[in-house]
């Protein structure tokens, strides 16, 4: 398998192109807008990588892999739009700089795109990409409804919130690597490794993210150290610390969650510490992380082709070993 | 053919249930809403239609159906929210209803639920189905895109909107017989001659509909009588009287067109009439009437399968004979 580095160099000789025709331009400068903010592409390397761990690279591979980056910026489109959000990694987001009509269209269409790409694609699992493709799109709309939910409601359950999280963000990257899987040729039971592969890594991921909120170095964390604490959201952290706590604890942190005191960032990451919500995290994303690991394990294929994924996870996950 | 009516039945009986599951119910509960709301189902049993003329009923056609009804009643939830519409059909709008995120999400798993729909299809024709379908929908987009652009324009020309109109409203009737027409096995050419008479079908309706806005009875006529003059909407009667006037009656026209006074309709109506912009509807309107007969008379099959398809045409153009 070609490393990470190589394969997203290919995605994205592929991918920086126009993805829409010229006119109307009110629209579809829009929609192009939001592909050159960028981002790491992971979602559709790992559709590359999925694929190459079963058979050589080819051209389907690509049309999969730009669906699914066409789906996420749609997804990211439209979130935006929900959460009124001003910047996206530092850029105006598309409502913020075309206005609400324009960027829900400008969503729409993209979603239209990405099945115009899996379209494209000449094997005759052309179905089978489909009802997988449009069954992860389902459940990442299912995702971002849960989390709009939870917003108003009292007490998420650990359970409900792993839910909504593996909805929101981890289903896209198993799909991607199942969906190159498919294309490869790979059996049922592979696939399903591989899926569980991706689904683990994923919700650790979102551990450490959550994680990273709250602990990270402000220096090298991309957004606002305490951002989820200030807006009271739910995450892993105060999920699990709500029930850690003992009683005196539980009453202060419930006092900081109702206000806005200046400090409440700082009393609240001291609150995490004193119940070792720091030290439950990390454990997590381990437990997530073997997991990962023993799902690829299973993978009947070589261990030398599975190299350059374990290299994707510590890399994601931010392990040296 | 069967008739309209049969059909009709036929594909209410299919499509009248839960097209979604019963989790998260906030959002799939209001997907699930609009769809209740009903209408004439023109769109899918037009699928029907362009199937049943050149083959026998099958349930591919059905699917390809259903899946045109749920990218109509996407679009209606998305136009919706753009056009702050706070009902339909007398109904809540789903955004009024549900929110405006519930109601952007509901209208993308719709879109994705219509997708699948396709997916089920047995014929091998799955990826020229895609191909048009998607096409389509973009169109769609795209019309309603122009038609956000042209309010803020001062001039409009005819060419562009029917332009617009065309992309936002006939390609959809257009595609929908097609779509039939090649799960049916329709030759390239007749595709293309049953396309262009749904397009003109749907180009004479949108005449009719402008038409009725200012000159339709009150108790037949759906809408609020002269709502289009009320908020200065371009249409083809406007963007014709504009252009019919002469210098006297087009400042009178600019001057309404700026104010609001009790009156607005009255005079507008009133200056129609005196350009004759109601006869020049009217013609219009029959020309497309004639071009779409014609469109359908180069259908190589016997005349005798036509019959269904323009009674259809007379029932939606209310013509009597």
């Given at each position: ?42 979602r559709p390397?790992?559709v ?17 892999a730009?669906a699914i980056e066409?789906f996420h ?103 991607s ?145």
């Amino acid at each position: 398998m070609q490393s990470f580095a190589t394969l997203s160099k290919l995605f994205e000789n592929h991918f920086n192109k126009r993805h829409f025709p010229n006119s109307p331009s009110t629209l579809y400068d829009a929609a192009q807008y939001i592909l050159k903010i960028g981002g790491k592409r992971v979602r559709p390397v790992s559709v590359l990588m999925g694929h190459e761990l079963f058979n050589e690279f080819d051209e389907d591979a690509l049309h999969v892999a730009t669906a699914i980056e066409l789906f996420h910026n749609f997804s990211l489109i439209h979130d935006d739009i929900m959460d009124k959000a001003p910047l996206r990694r530092g850029w105006e987001t598309v409502h913020t700089k075309y206005g609400e009509s324009t960027a829900l269209l400008a969503g729409d269409v993209m979603l239209v795109a990405a099945y115009e790409e899996i379209n494209k694609i000449k094997s005759n699992k052309l179905s089978e990409i489909l009802t997988l493709y449009s069954r992860t799109a389902k459940e990442v709309c299912e995702g971002q409804q849960l989390d709009m939910d939870f917003e108003k409601q009292l007490n998420v359950s650990m359970e409900e919130y792993l839910e909504m999280i593996t909805l929101k963000t981890s289903v896209l990257l198993a799909a991607s690597l199942q969906l190159g899987a498919i294309l490869g040729g790979a059996g049922e039971s592979n696939q399903k490794y591989l899926y569980d592969f991706g689904k683990n890594i994923g919700i650790a991921f979102q551990i450490q993210d959550d994680y990273l909120d709250a602990f990270g170095d402000p220096e090298k964390f991309g957004k606002q150290v305490g951002g989820d604490i200030l807006s009271n959201k739910k995450t892993f952290l105060l999920i699990h610390a709500l029930s850690a706590t003992n009683p005196t604890q539980r009453k202060e942190l419930e006092l900081l969650l109702e206000g806005n005191e200046p400090d409440k960032v700082a009393r609240v990451v001291a609150i995490y510490k004193e119940c070792k919500v720091d030290q439950w995290a990390h454990t997590l994303k381990e437990k997530y992380y073997e997991m990962a690991l023993k799902n690829l394990h299973e993978i009947a294929v070589q261990d030398a082709r599975k190299q350059e994924l374990i290299s994707l996870a510590k890399y994601l996950l931010q392990r040296d070993s």
